[in-house]
């Protein structure tokens, strides 16, 4: 990759007072306010529809705000999408049936318009665990090896954000469990500012740096909790336990906050 695309540093991410307001009248999340620290892992966990998927289709720019803004290094999502320093890397692999692994993972660099380049795609290949199958056409692979084929194709650009909405969460939980564990690495040591949105608050305790929680519809940041565990992270340990548990009593305090204050209206 080129040196002038500041590969390996991470982008800053402002989230400034956004919103966003379905057609129809759906508020999916209400004013807004978050900084990503660049080079930083952070996770995003609420309850289902509380605008989690949808802020980070904001900061991906695959969706507008209604009101207020995000920009990252003070630029427009657009602008690093163009660049390919932006990747998404979603619960549905969506791979092209008829490629194999490798021209898949390679349909990143066309799009990102950046030349070929067969070693990085090997490398990849390799790193997450396809070794043997880069012919492969997805038909042919697991569930699990098909997201891993997914995130070497969101990283193949070295991007300098990595969105992930819920990666693992289309494959049983050993296989989830294993691709946690291992395909991290990939991107937590290349100074890539990285967000994930999951449903699971000990998948969020162990991947991250912070934990963004939000409240049930609309989404709000009611809790910012940072993630003190020592890198890299193995063994389950008395104090990631109780990190989950300070995530999951903001999650109910979400909860009964807006049970609360839907009885009093």
Not at 36 to 50: D, I
Not at 75 to 80: I, N, T
Request: hydrophobic share 45%; aromatic share 2%.
């Amino acid at each position: 990759m080129d040196a002038d695309r500041g590969v390996g540093v991470g982008v800053a991410v402002e989230v400034a007072v956004a919103t966003k307001v379905y057609a129809g009248g759906t508020d999916a999340l209400q004013a807004t306010s978050l900084t990503l620290e660049a080079g930083r892992t952070t996770a995003l966990v609420g309850p289902s529809g509380c605008g989690k998927s949808t802020l980070l289709r904001m900061i991906a720019g695959l969706e507008a705000p209604t009101a207020g803004r995000v920009t990252l290094d003070g630029e427009a999502p657009e602008v690093l999408q163009r660049r390919g320093e932006l990747a998404v890397a979603f619960q549905d692999p969506s791979l092209l049936p008829w490629r194999s692994v490798a021209q898949n993972i390679e349909l990143a660099l066309d799009l990102a318009r950046l030349p070929r380049n067969d070693d990085r795609v090997a490398e990849l290949i390799a790193l997450v665990g396809l070794d043997g199958f880069a012919t492969a056409t997805p038909a042919e692979l697991s569930g699990g090896m098909r997201q891993r084929a997914a995130i070497a194709r969101a990283l193949v650009t070295a991007p300098r954000l990595l969105l992930l909405d819920e990666p693992f969460g289309a494959v049983d939980e050993l296989t989830r469990h294993e691709l946690a564990r291992e395909l991290p690495a990939l991107w937590e040591g290349g100074g890539t500012t990285t967000l994930l949105v999951t449903h699971s608050v000990a998948e969020a305790v162990r991947l991250a740096d912070r934990v963004i929680v939000l409240s049930p519809r609309p989404g709000r940041v009611i809790a910012d909790i940072p993630i003190t565990l020592t890198r890299p992270r193995g063994a389950e340990s008395a104090e990631a336990a109780a990190l989950e548990r300070t995530v999951r009593d903001a999650l109910e305090a979400g909860r009964a906050g807006t049970a609360a204050g839907q009885n009093a209206g």
